[in-house]
Structure formats: C-alpha cells, structure tokens
C-alpha cells in the first residue's frame, strides 16, 4: 500500500497551493483520509482529515477557513487545497489514511498508512 503525495513547493505569503495523494495497493474508498503535517523543529500535528464519503470534514483551528479538503473516490484521491498561505504553514505534509475507522479523527495514531511527505516552503 501506497500513499503518495504531491503538489508542494514553493510559494509566497498569501498564496495558493493543492496537495493531491493517489492511494495504490488498496481502497481507500469507505476509509477516512486527512493530512497531517510537522514543522522545522516541532511536533507533527493534525490539519484535516474527511470521512469517507466527504460528508464530514476536520480542520485544525489554524488552518480552518483557509484550507479545503475533499475527495475522489473513484480516484482512490484525497486533496487539500490551500489558500491565504502564511510562513507558519512551512511544513512537510503527510497523507493519511485509517484503514478500520469510519469515524474522522485528529489522533495520528489511528491512521495505519502515511505518505512520503511534500514539502510546503511559504516565503514571507
């Protein structure tokens, strides 16, 4: 099973950017998905997670309203579209995936499959 990532770079302050993970080797289809992401010298943390059908989404308060996440499932695909980029989203991203649970969640330890990361640089 793989979770692979994309989409990163590099990108001034205020602007956009949409990180995209093609799951391979299972489906992802009825399980949750989200991302997660760590800073230069911090703790990984919780950015959003969406239920398997899209109904229900989770955003970590400091990228609530800025940042979008959704699916594809017939592309085994999750997204996370960010905008209104500040230096404090420099970070490597990672995509996830819980392969038990229906129920979306901010633990990381209930997602069983994590992406390679791509790394978010946003220049002041």
């Known amino acids: 099973v793989q979770l692979q990532a994309s989409g990163g770079g590099l990108v001034q302050a205020g602007g956009s950017l949409r990180l995209s993970c093609a799951a391979s080797?299972?489906?992802?289809?009825?399980?949750?998905m989200g991302w997660f992401r760590q800073a230069p010298g911090k703790e990984r943390e919780f950015a959003a997670a969406i239920s398997w059908s899209g109904g229900r989404t989770s955003y970590a308060d400091s990228v609530k309203g800025r940042f979008t996440i959704s699916r594809d499932n017939a592309k085994n695909t999750v997204f996370l579209q960010m905008n209104s980029l500040t230096p404090e989203d420099t970070a490597v991203y990672y995509c996830?995936?819980?392969?038990?649970?229906?129920?979306?969640?901010?633990?990381?330890?209930?997602?069983?499959?994590w992406g390679q990361g791509t790394q978010v640089t946003v220049s002041s």
């Open positions: 080797g299972r489906t992802f289809s009825r399980n949750v």
């Open positions: 996830v995936a819980d392969g038990t649970r229906m129920a979306v969640t901010t633990n990381s330890k209930n997602y069983d499959y």
